[in-house]
């Protein structure tokens, strides 16, 4: 069919063929100076036994843990105050919506800004309120530290983002259902939990995973706000796919570690189809 | 009685009927004004930091607001290394061909999908889709192997590819169920004025689809404006950097007095404007789109 044509031969070209590589690549040792030598699963056995494949690997678990609750329950309590008609609320949801929709390289290095230890207003305002007494060494020196300024700044950059889809949700709830709770009395914290929770549940399972696999494969906000720093400490998964693949040339070993990592993904997106897919039925 | 039903109809959930006017309405208020400035605060800090002298900019601890005003930052932003034309024309040439290219492919492939009986049309549409589940943050290695080869690194439309690989799975499953929706009436009237597959799906479909191709171009857009990781791989060569690429290279620059901060801020302003007019122009077909991408 001609229609189709096009878009399948790019597809083939442009996702099929470099998965083909890929696999293919993970086999091999191959530096891109030497011609490439069939491993078999050496280079999965090696990521075994790298202490910085560990490293990133369980740092990115970290930063995954920490923040997918906080952009999930907040995320939610701001649905809750914004899916309301009213002026005001339609505001609040545009304005936590704005960071949503410019990059987040762009919106790391502001923030690598804004907690930089001399020129940042972060250390500023604290200093002034008197949080602290003398300026904070925010990113790059403390892994959990660095940790903790990227959260937060990946928080206000992607928080809206579930904002948006649970307020959705929550609108869709059949309005019987609302005047049905009204009816008996029960408080507002009452249906939050009893009645609109449960009919978003759903929604806030995608948003889940959703925000889950965004991530196991964060990188921009690590790039740029840490370097990986201290000693490729705060290196993530991606991270440190990228610096054995480009800076160091090992591209069998860095297409590996892709491997792994499109695996760890792939489960996860498994169940957010299998959610999806249920959803039509 | 039917009015009081009605009035409550129209209220959706956790509206608190009794004290909504009280001072839980006002707590409301404050919380929503504080939320709001405690998002919009980063951002207008960054614009008041583009727009200080470039001492003010350097200093020490910070200050809050600008004392003058000056274009200075934007000056050493628009003559840093290639100059801020060079980047901006490599960030919208390439943000503009991975519109074209999701596009042409898109909806062509959108409408065979949505219109024709075609042999194992579902197998076609899975692997169409088989960016959904491998990411390309994975590719990317031999995507620069094969993009090296055939001499697209370092070019727009090499990046452009990449970013209309990332977009296509997400702009096809959109327009596929927007083309599936739109009544076969009036196609069947067009054939019967004798209209070749292709006239159809000008002058009939995509007319009555504006919305989902709105929506796939904004998306198309927005993603590789602000793309990043894709970029450091492909682009190496200074003069192909785009805009996020640059900021980053200029964030580590440790000239005589180190990162030049004003000029960064004034750099972030200028990547952020785009984004925020097409969204404040375009949220209706952005929210839509979001709800279709996340959740399906």
């Given at each position: 069919?001609?229609?189709?044509?096009?878009?399948?031969?790019?597809?083939?070209?442009?996702?099929?063929?470099?998965?083909?590589?890929?696999?293919?690549?993970?086999?091999?040792?191959?530096?891109?100076?030497?011609?490439?030598?069939?491993?078999?699963?050496?280079?999965?056995?090696?990521?075994?036994?790298?202490?910085?494949?560990?490293?990133?690997?369980?740092?990115?678990?970290?930063?995954?843990?920490?923040?997918?609750?906080?952009?999930?329950?907040?995320?939610?309590?701001?649905?809750?105050?914004?899916?309301?008609?009213?002026?005001?609320?339609?505001?609040?949801?545009?304005?936590?919506?704005?960071?949503?929709?410019?990059?987040?390289?762009?919106?790391?290095?502001?923030?690598?800004?804004?907690?930089?230890?001399?020129?940042?207003?972060?250390?500023?305002?604290?200093?002034?309120?008197?949080?602290?007494?003398?300026?904070?060494?925010?990113?790059?020196?403390?892994?959990?530290?660095?940790?903790?300024?990227?959260?937060?700044?990946?928080?206000?950059?992607?928080?809206?983002?579930?904002?948006?889809?649970?307020?959705?949700?929550?609108?869709?709830?059949?309005?019987?259902?609302?005047?049905?709770?009204?009816?008996?009395?029960?408080?507002?914290?009452?249906?939050?939990?009893?009645?609109?929770?449960?009919?978003?549940?759903?929604?806030?399972?995608?948003?889940?995973?959703?925000?889950?696999?965004?991530?196991?494969?964060?990188?921009?906000?690590?790039?740029?706000?840490?370097?990986?720093?201290?000693?490729?400490?705060?290196?993530?998964?991606?991270?440190?796919?990228?610096?054995?693949?480009?800076?160091?040339?090992?591209?069998?070993?860095?297409?590996?570690?892709?491997?792994?990592?499109?695996?760890?993904?792939?489960?996860?997106?498994?169940?957010?189809?299998?959610?999806?897919r249920r959803s039509h039925a | 009685m039917t009015a009081t039903l009605e009035r409550r109809r129209a209220r959706p959930v956790g509206v608190r009927t009794h004290t909504h006017a009280g001072r839980t309405g006002y707590l409301i208020g404050a919380l929503c004004i504080a939320i709001a400035t405690v998002m919009l605060l980063p951002l207008v800090a960054s614009l008041l930091a583009s727009v200080k002298p470039t001492a003010e900019a350097a200093a020490s601890p910070p200050t809050y607001l600008p004392h003058d005003l000056s274009l200075d930052s934007y000056q050493r932003l628009w003559n840093y290394q290639q100059g801020l034309p060079t980047y901006l024309?490599?960030?919208?040439?390439?943000?503009?061909?991975?519109?074209?290219?999701?596009?042409?492919?898109?909806?062509?492939?959108?409408?065979?999908?949505?219109?024709?009986?075609?042999?194992?049309?579902?197998?076609?549409?899975?692997?169409?889709?088989?960016?959904?589940?491998?990411?390309?943050?994975?590719?990317?290695?031999?995507?620069?192997?094969?993009?090296?080869?055939?001499?697209?690194?370092?070019?727009?439309?090499?990046?452009?590819?990449?970013?209309?690989?990332?977009?296509?799975?997400?702009?096809?499953?959109?327009?596929?169920?927007?083309?599936?929706?739109?009544?076969?009436?009036?196609?069947?009237?067009?054939?019967?004025?004798?209209?070749?597959?292709?006239?159809?799906?000008?002058?009939?479909?995509?007319?009555?689809?504006?919305?989902?191709?709105?929506?796939?171009?904004?998306?198309?857009?927005?993603?590789?404006?602000?793309?990043?990781?894709?970029?450091?791989?492909?682009?190496?060569?200074?003069?192909?950097?785009?805009?996020?690429?640059?900021?980053?290279?200029?964030?580590?620059?440790?000239?005589?007095?180190?990162?030049?901060?004003?000029?960064?801020?004034?750099?972030?302003?200028?990547?952020?404007?785009?984004?925020?007019?097409?969204?404040?122009?375009?949220?209706?077909?952005?929210?839509?789109?979001?709800?279709?991408?996340?959740?399906?």
């Amino acid at each position: 069919m001609a229609y189709l044509a096009p878009a399948v031969l790019f597809v083939l070209a442009f996702t099929v063929y470099p998965l083909g590589q890929m696999i293919w690549m993970s086999f091999h040792d191959w530096s891109l100076i030497t011609p490439p030598r069939y491993v078999g699963l050496g280079n999965y056995q090696r990521a075994f036994a790298d202490r910085q494949y560990w490293v990133s690997f369980v740092f990115t678990l970290k930063y995954t843990a920490i923040i997918t609750p906080v952009l999930i329950i907040g995320g939610y309590l701001l649905a809750l105050l914004a899916s309301q008609p009213s002026r005001l609320r339609r505001l609040t949801r545009t304005t936590v919506f704005i960071p949503v929709v410019i990059g987040l390289g762009v919106s790391s290095l502001l923030w690598y800004w804004l907690f930089s230890t001399d020129f940042g207003l972060v250390n500023r305002v604290l200093l002034d309120l008197g949080v602290i007494s003398k300026p904070v060494l925010w990113l790059g020196v403390d892994a959990d530290r660095s940790n903790l300024a990227i959260i937060a700044s990946v928080t206000w950059k992607v928080i809206g983002f579930g904002m948006i889809l649970f307020v959705g949700a929550i609108q869709a709830i059949p309005t019987e259902i609302t005047e049905a709770s009204l009816v008996d009395g029960a408080s507002y914290w009452q249906r939050v939990t009893r009645v609109v929770l449960p009919l978003t549940l759903r929604t806030v399972l995608l948003v889940t995973l959703v925000s889950i696999i965004g991530s196991l494969l964060a990188f921009d906000q690590f790039y740029i706000m840490t370097a990986g720093q201290p000693q490729n400490e705060t290196a993530t998964s991606v991270f440190y796919v990228y610096l054995n693949s480009f800076p160091y040339l090992r591209l069998g070993y860095g297409a590996a570690l892709s491997m792994i990592l499109a695996l760890t993904i792939l489960a996860f997106t498994v169940v957010q189809l299998l959610l999806t897919r249920r959803s039509h039925a | 009685m039917t009015a009081t039903l009605e009035r409550r109809r129209a209220r959706p959930v956790g509206v608190r009927t009794h004290t909504h006017a009280g001072r839980t309405g006002y707590l409301i208020g404050a919380l929503c004004i504080a939320i709001a400035t405690v998002m919009l605060l980063p951002l207008v800090a960054s614009l008041l930091a583009s727009v200080k002298p470039t001492a003010e900019a350097a200093a020490s601890p910070p200050t809050y607001l600008p004392h003058d005003l000056s274009l200075d930052s934007y000056q050493r932003l628009w003559n840093y290394q290639q100059g801020l034309p060079t980047y901006l024309a490599n960030s919208l040439g390439t943000a503009l061909l991975a519109i074209a290219f999701t596009l042409l492919l898109t909806v062509p492939a959108a409408y065979a999908l949505a219109r024709f009986r075609i042999p194992g049309k579902e197998v076609i549409f899975v692997v169409l889709l088989l960016a959904l589940i491998v990411p390309y943050q994975a590719l990317l290695t031999p995507m620069f192997l094969l993009f090296a080869r055939v001499g697209l690194t370092n070019t727009l439309v090499g990046l452009a590819i990449l970013h209309t690989a990332i977009q296509l799975p997400f702009s096809l499953y959109v327009l596929r169920n927007s083309l599936s929706a739109v009544p076969r009436e009036l196609e069947e009237a067009a054939i019967v004025d004798g209209a070749s597959s292709l006239q159809v799906l000008v002058r009939v479909l995509v007319p009555s689809t504006v919305p989902a191709i709105v929506t796939v171009a904004l998306f198309a857009f927005i993603m590789s404006w602000n793309e990043f990781l894709g970029a450091l791989v492909m682009m190496s060569r200074g003069s192909s950097f785009t805009l996020p690429l640059i900021l980053a290279a200029a964030r580590t620059e440790t000239s005589l007095g180190g990162t030049d901060w004003g000029m960064l801020q004034a750099g972030i302003t200028i990547s952020v404007i785009p984004c925020v007019l097409v969204y404040l122009l375009l949220q209706r077909y952005y929210v839509s789109g979001l709800m279709t991408g996340a959740v399906k």
